[in-house]
T-cell receptor, first 112, second 115 residues
Framework: GEDVEQSLFLSVREGDSSVINCTYT??????LYWYKQEPGAGLQLLTYIFSNMDMKQDQRLTVLLNKKDKHLSLRIADTQTGDSAIYFC????????????FGAGTRLAVHP | GAVVSQHPSWVICKSGTSVKIECRSLDFQATTMFWYRQFPKQSLMLMAT?????????EQGVEKDKFLINHASLTLSTLTVTSAHPEDSSFYIC???????????FGQGTRLTVV
């Protein structure tokens, strides 16, 4: 299908790790992205991974890419209340203007 | 990261009027700009893509005569919602990509309410 899919909701305890999963559709996508959106705001780019990489780590964030299964995950270590937001994964489709196709977003709730 | 400024942040207009939303790249040249629409608790739906100096490419199902996009310079793109109706009420977000073509930076969004 055409959709990028994500689970809609995740609840974690403060200090634990969060793992947000995503499946995408286009095996020729060159880049895969994770964005964060806080209420009423635009999107903040958290990190991205090139399609020939398996893993990328950036401070508390770890991105894992399984290209065979078209599966992407974002792990947030030591999750804090400030991490509560909606997280979108996006694939950059090849061809044309290399547009980004977004998943529906995963709402992360961090509780004490 | 690069800064994309979207204006206004919110707007309320009467049904039948037109509304213009601006998207500016402040510290880089945006060769390509994208306009998205987001419904409450839903994902971003790509409406159209524009390249500076060219006509916009609209996604299937998006009325180009209703959502007019102008990308007149490398730092400015505008979206005009013509003859707005209540069903056009939504959150509109632009993003801009520079010549390096790696990242797309997003504006803060515009909440349009048509009454």
């Amino acid at each position: 299908g055409e959709d990028v899919e994500q689970s809609l909701f995740l609840s974690v305890r403060e200090g634990d790790s969060s793992v947000i999963n995503c499946t995408y559709t286009d095996s020729s996508s060159t880049y895969l992205y994770w964005y964060k959106q806080e209420p009423g705001a635009g999107l903040q780019l958290l990190t991205y991974i090139f399609s020939n990489m398996d893993m990328k780590q950036d401070q508390r964030l770890t991105v894992l890419l399984n290209k065979k299964d078209k599966h992407l995950s974002l792990r947030i270590a030591d999750t804090q209340t400030g991490d509560s937001a909606i997280y979108f994964c996006a694939e950059r489709r090849s061809g044309g203007y290399n547009k980004l196709i977004f998943g529906a977003g995963t709402r992360l709730a961090v509780h004490p | 990261g690069a800064v994309v400024s979207q204006h206004p942040s919110w707007v309320i207009c009467k049904s039948g009027t037109s509304v213009k939303i601006e998207c500016r790249s402040l510290d880089f040249q945006a060769t390509t700009m994208f306009w998205y629409r987001q419904f409450p608790k839903q994902s971003l739906m790509l409406m159209a893509t524009s390249n500076e100096g060219s006509k916009a490419t609209y996604e299937q199902g998006v009325e180009k005569d209703k959502f007019l996009i102008n990308h007149a310079s490398l730092t400015l793109s505008t979206l005009t919602v013509t003859s707005a109706h209540p069903e056009d009420s939504s959150f509109y977000i632009c993003s801009a990509r520079d010549r390096k073509n790696t990242e797309a930076f997003f504006g803060q969004g515009t909440r349009l309410t048509v009454v």
